[in-house]
């Protein structure tokens, strides 16, 4: 069984970097044919693809947020990361990790983690 749970601060300032580690256990995240994941969803609103890295390491990154957004990982732990610059009360939601599946949509998600952005 696969398990993803996201760890980060809950509170971030504006114009500061969000950093939240996704920590994966039950699979490797380099196994052939799987996409690591981050989506958000802010308050009242849909859930929002960030970006992701490949199985190859590879990132990919949603155009609307390629600017400030920046997926790594660290295969020796089984993570990866996101970090999200220059965040603005507008970046306040629930940030998810999530594994997917080329064509297939995603099948283990984390629990979910609420970041604040507020001075």
């Known amino acids: 069984q696969v398990q993803l749970q996201e760890s980060g601060p809950g509170l971030v300032k504006p114009s500061q970097t969000l950093s939240l580690t996704c920590t994966v256990s039950g699979g490797s995240i380099t196994t052939n044919s799987y996409y690591w994941n981050w989506i958000r969803q802010p308050p009242g609103k849909g859930l929002e693809w960030m970006g992701g890295?490949?199985?190859?390491?590879?990132?990919n990154y949603s155009p609307s947020l390629k600017s400030r957004t920046s997926v790594s990982r660290d295969t020796s732990k089984n993570q990866f990361t996101l970090q999200l610059s220059s965040v603005t009360p507008e970046d306040t939601a629930v940030y998810y990790c999530?594994?997917?599946?080329?064509?297939?949509?995603?099948?283990?998600w984390g629990q979910g983690t609420q970041v604040t952005v507020s001075s």
């Open positions: 890295i490949a199985y190859s390491g590879k990132p």
């Open positions: 999530a594994r997917g599946v080329a064509g297939a949509g995603y099948d283990y």
